[in-house]
């Protein structure tokens, strides 16, 4: 059994784990050429796609014996730690649902950077804590959604990752943020499990909706390699 996902055959094996649009909209970002390292690779449905796009694909992933796609391989990486890459590596890294996981995401953002080649790209995904759902359920409990006490057990969410805090980290490397788009319009259920159906009424209310970062479930973001620091890591008042 396969399943379609755009112009891309895959195993039901390799199916998307994340919430619904999330792989569409990192995907539509990928380049039509050149070296990727998947990053988070997973059971390797987003190696794959790479791999039937034509790029040169490396994949890595904390637990690499999950890796199923046929005919390629996945490597370990803590990504928590320094990449054992050579700078300079990739013309693009992409890794979507990674960061939230990590307990030092900028520390993987830098190190995403340096192994990219002069102009290379980053993309990367993570649940939009900027979102209208988002407010309003920290003003109601001083939570957010896929960071509530089920995504923390469940899936290790420990790091929610604000677009200011992804702007700043930018200006702390040779990084810009150049652009940033969102799956599809719609919030989680309140265990914070991605809704892979709903209601017909439902489906309709939300599609008449804009998406954007009131309304976008998740964020995708596309960083492009170049320039200088604008800010000194470490910088403080005396």
């Not at 055959?9 to 199916?15: C, I």
């Not at 040169?56 to 928590?80: K, Q, Y």
């Not at 995904?125 to 006490?149: D, H, Q």
């Not at 930018?170 to 499990?193: F, I, K, L, Q």
């Amino acid at each position: 059994m396969s399943i379609v996902l755009g112009n891309f055959d895959l195993p039901a094996e390799q199916a998307p784990q994340a919430a619904p649009g999330t792989w569409e909209c990192a995907l539509a970002q990928l380049p039509a050429t050149g070296s990727i390292l998947i990053a988070g690779a997973g059971r390797g449905g987003l190696s794959s796609i790479a791999k039937q796009k034509g790029l040169d694909v490396t994949s890595l992933d904390l637990h690499p014996e999950h890796f199923v796609a046929s005919g390629m391989r996945c490597e370990f990486a803590d990504f928590n730690h320094p990449l054992k890459i050579e700078s300079g590596t990739f013309d693009t890294v992409l890794a979507i649902e990674v960061v939230e996981h990590l307990e030092n995401p900028w520390g993987f953002l830098r190190e995403a950077i340096r192994v990219l080649k002069p102009t290379g790209k980053l993309i990367f995904t993570s649940p939009n804590v900027n979102s209208i759902p988002a407010r309003w359920l920290f003003l109601k409990k001083g939570l957010l959604p896929y960071f509530r006490e089920q995504s923390f057990v469940g899936c290790y969410h420990v790091t929610p990752i604000f677009p200011w805090a992804v702007e700043r980290w930018a200006r702390t490397t040779n990084a810009a943020v150049e652009s940033v788009t969102y799956s599809r319009a719609n919030w989680p259920t309140s265990e914070d499990v991605p809704r892979h159906w709903e209601r017909r009424w439902s489906r309709t209310m939300k599609s008449m909706l804009p998406v954007n970062s009131l309304t976008g479930e998740i964020s995708c973001y596309c960083i492009t390699k170049g320039g200088k620091p604008s800010v000194s890591v470490g910088t403080h008042y005396s």
